[in-house]
């Protein structure tokens, strides 16, 4: 990957230098997420680019275990402008490609801002394109990778101030671009996803460890079936520093009442015929991604002209969505990471339960 594929301006499944897609669905974005340690506060930031609807728009949210503060942005993209990613309050800046990002939310009337930086301290992983094609029109086909690393700032909600530091607050941020459903046009695909055969629900992790990262994105049928998987692990440059590809994983899954996700103990199966096996324990800080427009809030979707400048936001509390169910939708639990004597942390996204 070149430096300049870290910026929102990819105009095809490859790099730069391929034309652009005439879908309105084309997308260009990134998902970035900070995680305590301690599981006491989560924060995410969004940011896409639509070119072919002439739109930039983005999300901040922090989230603690019994509130979270959602603030969204949208704006027409002026003169086809992408490298700018400023939305109203809402700021994302590249310092060193690959390697190191600022993000910040100025004040705003909804109490939540920040401002830090992120650097990575292992290799991205290289690209995988997740395609899913029925009777020659395109359900998912779109390029991705993922990254992870440590930030240095500051969050607040409200009164409270949140110090982020290396040794404190690890993070994860997630690249992708083409195209794929719920993206600037509403439609019904309850069809097309049985044909396509890609099950109901779906789970994507990203975590952290000192020897390694881990990223997959397993669909599945209701009942744990497998559908379509891509997994990745890259270790870290004490650890070689090599990418190697996840054949299949098994999950062995703890849930409450109400399927409240608890825990899972994860085989990480290599190609190479090596298993890791990986614990992840809920900590008490969810991420609900409805906030962000994951899914669509209030018949907006990622992607929809909402004219000039637009922010919205509000405040769920409780954030839990068996008491509120306006947050159910796709949960972003932050995980305790367990593998040998090594503890990390990271997301781990489910698109089912609570």
Same mark, same amino acid.
């Given at each position: ?10 105009? *095809? ?11 309105? +669905? #084309? ?16 924060? *995410? ?48 800046? @590249? ?44 359900? #998912?086909?779109? *390029? ?27 993070? @994860? ?30 789970? #994507? ?21 497998? +559908? ?71 018949? @907006? @979707? ?40 090594? +503890? ?11």
């Amino acid at each position: 990957m070149a430096r300049l594929d870290d910026a929102l301006i990819h105009q *095809s499944y490859g790099t730069i230098d391929n034309v652009v897609e005439t879908d309105a +669905r #084309w997308f260009d974005r990134f998902y970035f997420n900070v995680q305590a340690l301690d599981g006491s506060m989560s924060l *995410s930031h969004g940011t896409g680019v639509y070119p072919n609807q002439h739109v930039m728009d983005g999300f901040g949210i922090v989230a603690t275990p019994d509130a979270q503060v959602n603030v969204r942005t949208s704006r027409e993209l002026v003169n086809g402008n992408r490298d700018e990613m400023d939305i109203g309050p809402l700021h994302a800046e @590249i310092l060193e490609p690959m390697r190191r990002w600022r993000f910040r939310l100025d004040e705003n009337e909804y109490g939540i801002s920040y401002d830090f930086t992120y650097t990575a301290h292992f290799k991205a992983m290289e690209t995988k394109r997740l395609i899913s094609m029925v009777d020659d029109r395109r359900v #998912w086909d779109w *390029s991705h990778f993922s990254h992870v690393g440590q930030v240095e700032g500051f969050a607040r909600m409200g009164d409270r101030k949140f110090t982020l530091a290396p040794k404190t607050h690890w993070a @994860i941020r997630d690249r992708s671009w083409g195209v794929r459903p719920g993206v600037a046009v509403l439609e019904d695909l309850s069809a097309w996803f049985r044909q396509a055969n890609w099950g109901t629900r779906y789970n #994507w992790v990203c975590v952290q460890v000192e020897s390694f990262y881990l990223w997959y994105f397993q669909t599945q049928d209701e009942d744990g079936t497998p +559908r379509f998987f891509k997994g990745l692990v890259r270790w870290s440059e004490g650890a070689g520093g090599a990418e190697e590809t996840v054949s299949k994983i098994s999950r062995r899954f703890e849930f409450g009442a109400g399927e409240h996700f608890q825990s899972v103990e994860v085989g990480v199966h290599l190609e190479s015929g090596r298993v890791l096996n990986v614990k992840m324990r809920r900590l008490p800080t969810t991420v609900h991604l409805r906030g962000g427009n994951y899914g669509g809030y209030n018949g @907006i @979707i990622h992607g929809m002209k909402q004219g000039p400048l637009k922010v919205a936001g509000e405040r769920w509390e409780p954030t839990d969505s068996r008491k509120n169910p306006i947050t159910l939708g796709i949960l972003d639990h932050v995980v305790e990471v367990a593998y040998q004597s090594e +503890r990390g942390c990271g997301i781990f996204e489910l698109s089912f339960g609570s």
